[in-house]
């Protein structure tokens, strides 16, 4: 049976619209696909591990090619819990919204744990190698500016950063559902930008896994 991971990425629950576009997502998605799982985290609400020294340590045996031991082990277990449940996944909503032209801390460290060197990539000779190559990603951004025009997207660090950081790890088949602009517009704007996001998600929820089945 395949599964789809939601990470959530704002504290706001049920006042988010990043949220709310995901749901409307999700909701298609079920009638699309009823034999898929959905697993949900919201890395504002796990208590993520915090990478230490002891932890950095780890990190740089790792880099070296060799295998973690004794201590070094015994402190990468929260993390590779973390690396496992991600990894049993076949395919990933990121809903997220835009705090100072990037992503929240919250969602940043759960990538900085995630993607870790004979996990989810390995070193070659000839370069870097991704073990996620294959799987999908919809990712759902809203923000409170409107970064469509040339000027203003240089600003955008969220699509730019997510796309490199997963197509390091392999994956390079991503959706970027954006809602903008949300704030400093009237009311009937927001609801308006906001409804014509829920309907992207939904054709994106009905078309873009036809061939993951």
């Known amino acids: 049976m395949k599964k789809l991971l939601h990470v959530v990425a704002s504290p706001r629950g049920e006042k988010s619209r990043s949220l709310k576009v995901a749901r409307a997502f999700l909701e298609r998605f079920r009638e699309v696909h009823p034999e898929w799982l959905i697993d949900e985290i919201n890395v504002f609400d796990e208590t993520l591990p915090h990478l230490t020294a002891r932890q950095v340590d780890g990190k740089y045996v790792l880099l070296g090619g060799k295998e973690l031991y004794g201590e070094l082990r015994e402190s990468w277990e929260e993390i590779e819990i973390q690396i496992a449940r991600f990894k049993e996944a076949d395919a990933y909503l990121i809903s997220t919204p835009m705090w100072n032209f990037s992503l929240p801390y919250a969602l940043k460290?759960?990538?900085?744990l995630l993607i870790q060197p004979g996990y989810l990539f390995r070193y070659l000779d000839n370069g870097v190698e991704g073990?996620?190559?294959?799987?999908?990603?919809?990712?759902?951004?809203?923000?409170?500016?409107?970064y469509r025009s040339l000027e203003m997207r240089s600003y955008d660090h969220v699509q730019p950063y997510l796309r490199t950081i997963l197509g390091f790890i392999g994956i390079s088949e991503i959706d970027f559902i954006t809602v903008e602009p949300l704030d400093g517009v009237s009311p009937d704007?927001?609801?308006?930008?906001?409804?014509?996001?829920?309907?992207?998600?939904?054709?994106?929820?009905?078309?873009?896994?036809?061939?993951?089945?």
């Not at 460290?109 to 900085?112: G, P, R, S, T």
């Not at 996001?197 to 896994?209: I, K, N, P, Y």
């Open 109 to 112: 460290q759960y990538l900085d």
């Open 131 to 146: 073990f996620l190559r294959g799987r999908r990603v919809v990712v759902v951004s809203a923000r409170g500016g409107d």
């Open 189 to 213: 704007e927001e609801a308006a930008t906001v409804s014509a996001a829920e309907e992207a998600a939904r054709a994106v929820a009905a078309t873009s896994f036809a061939m993951k089945g």
